[in-house]
């Protein structure tokens, strides 16, 4: 029997953490597993930030959690799963900067986490405890990381970015009152 490393065991620790609490947030969008809201409660919760169509986008991102997190747990096509797991997490981190950092305030930090988690783990590989090593890597192999890394910032950068010009164009014939009301009495 082989005699498996630190740095195995804690590779593994990350993926199977860092990977179960992204499936099981993955599955509060899709099934409503959880507590979660499902498709249709995700989809008017992504609609009201701007991720437009709601279904769709509550579809996407529970996919990317739920199968990103799924495969790396199982340390199997990691860098895929880390990348599609790390844009998923770029978009709800969007979604809570206004907030600040901290997540007690409603921000980003949690987001963050897991996905620069996500991302490393991605970068680094799996070790020897995973699926993509008994498999013989045939599904992590260098050129991969980049890969995934390229095609997730360009699928993630344009659905932010949409959100981005939407909220702007919905707040441009908003004005904000030229005096508190509390002066006005």
Do not use: C
């Amino acid at each position: 029997m082989r005699r498996y490393d630190r740095r195995d065991l804690g590779l593994l620790l990350l993926r199977l953490g860092t990977g179960g609490v992204l499936a099981a947030h993955g599955t509060q969008k899709l099934f409503g597993w959880f507590g979660g809201h499902g498709i249709e409660g995700t989809g008017q919760f992504m609609e009201s930030v701007g991720y437009v169509p709601g279904k769709t986008s509550a579809t996407a991102a529970g996919l990317a959690e739920t199968g990103g997190g799924a495969l790396l747990a199982l340390g199997l096509a990691t860098p895929a799963a880390g990348a599609a797991a790390a844009g998923a997490m770029a978009g709800a981190a969007a979604v809570h900067t206004p907030n600040g950092f901290f997540n007690q305030g409603g921000g980003y930090e949690y987001a963050a986490t897991l996905g620069l988690t996500a991302a490393g783990l991605a970068v680094t590989g799996p070790g020897r405890l995973s699926l993509d090593h008994a498999l013989g890597h045939a599904v992590n192999r260098g050129w991969m990381i980049p890969a995934a890394f390229a095609a997730t910032a360009a699928g993630t950068a344009l659905v932010v970015g949409a959100r981005a010009r939407r909220l702007r164009k919905a707040k441009e014939g908003e004005q904000d009152p030229l005096f508190e009301e509390e002066f006005m009495e």
